[in-house]
């Protein structure tokens, strides 16, 4: 398949500007940036190699069809209007998942339901019969999308959401998104080759784990399986794909020989440690990860890039400190980190209000349900005098 597709390759808000250079990187062209995503044309083999290597997209979508929708008609015509080859066959199953964000459409499950009615209509208009839903493990998903009366309908290519690497068998209580890790990763300018990686607060481990799949060149969906694996078109696909993946591995191998990181993972809690080694191993990067038992707030001053997630949300205190005191005393410590940085994610109101710093960067995002704020902040001497109403 040497056709060209328009694709959108979604994000976590805020990053999208990080997804394009990402996407830009791995040889995509002519991209458009837009709310929560990139939109671009790109061949099936590209889209399989974004699938396999991306680390900050959550989807990678096919477009398959959209229409002006000023009523639920249209999603039924919009449905029979879809093509069924190389996406369809008789024998797959499907399901449609609907986002929907317009005043005039309240039920998304009736959106869905015409959209499928459509579809099903026209599958046995062409084959006689129908290809059957699973709600459960679909071959195929589609994401219906109705904004301002537009209705999108994308072949979700990914199967399931790129965060899921494959390496996380064990997490904490609301752990980080792989994919938002890797995003602040991207934020914090870390460089593989000349900066020591540090999470303080490392929990299940993701952005120490992250950081090694960076600096081993290792393909972050190396592990799993994708949803283009069981379209009808994927033989014909097939060894284009068995190629991207030896080179995958290849380039990682290449990478191990010549590795030189530093990269560690700390926190005050020994079971999650014990998590996080895990979840290294799993990933096969617990080699270049150093484990240790401590607290951020006794953490010895070292020239490194930290990247942390630490308790915000329902969470009351931390190392028994309220919130905001825990925080005031976070900014406090880390600002004795001379040529350092801290990239962070908390709320806007705890980031403002108590770490009494100013940040370099500030991206408004969403971790989970949360309202979130991502934040790099310069340590040291060249931000130790730009608090504000601090404490004595």
């Known amino acids: 398949m040497t056709d060209q597709f328009p694709l959108l390759a979604t994000c976590a808000r805020g990053f999208e500007t990080q997804l394009d250079i990402e996407l830009h990187a791995l040889g995509v062209e002519n991209t458009l940036i837009a709310s929560g995503g990139i939109r671009f044309d790109a061949s099936f083999k590209t889209a399989m190699k974004l699938c396999l290597w991306s680390r900050i997209a959550n989807k990678i979508e096919l477009l398959l069809g ?189 990478a191990r020989k010549s590795l030189s990181t530093s990269i560690r993972a700390i926190d005050i809690d020994a079971s999650a440690l014990d998590i996080a080694q895990n979840n290294a191993q799993t990933a096969g990067v617990s080699d270049l990860i150093e484990f240790s038992q401590g607290d951020i707030l006794k953490l010895r001053p070292t020239e490194a890039v930290l990247v942390t997630n630490p308790p915000y949300g329902e969470r009351i205190t931390v190392n028994d400190l309220d919130l905001p005191e825990f925080y005031y005393q976070l900014g406090r410590h880390l600002r004795t980190f001379d040529n350092s940085s801290l990239t962070i994610i908390s709320t806007p109101e705890l980031l403002k209000k108590n770490m009494h710093m100013k940040p370099s960067e500030r991206i408004a995002t969403f971790n989970g349900p949360i309202p979130c704020e991502v934040a790099r902040y310069q340590l040291g001497k060249r931000n130790a005098n730009t608090h504000e109403n601090d404490k004595s």
């Open 66 to 254: 959209e229409c002006y929708a000023p009523h639920e008609d249209a999603l039924y015509d919009l449905g029979k209007s879809l093509p069924l080859d190389p996406w369809f066959s008789p024998s797959s199953t499907f399901c449609i998942r609907a986002h929907v964000n317009d005043k005039k459409f309240t039920n998304s499950v009736y959106l869905s339901q015409k959209l499928k009615d459509g579809l099903v209509d026209r599958m046995r208009e062409k084959w006689g019969q129908r290809a059957s839903v699973d709600t459960v493990r679909p071959d195929i998903v589609l994401g219906l999308q109705v904004i301002q009366r537009r209705a999108r309908v994308f072949l979700e290519l990914q199967g399931d959401p790129l965060n899921m690497r494959g390496y996380r068998r064990r997490q904490l209580q609301a752990p980080i998104r792989e994919t938002l890790a890797a995003s602040m990763i991207a934020v914090s300018g870390w460089s593989p080759e000349n900066d020591m990686f540090i999470d303080p607060m490392c929990g299940s481990g993701t952005f120490a784990i992250e950081a090694a799949l960076v600096a081993t060149h290792t393909a972050p969906g190396i592990q799993r399986h994708f949803g283009f694996e069981t379209l009808p078109c994927f033989p014909e696909n097939a060894s284009d794909w068995r190629m991207l993946r030896e080179e995958a591995k290849d380039l990682t191998r290449r």
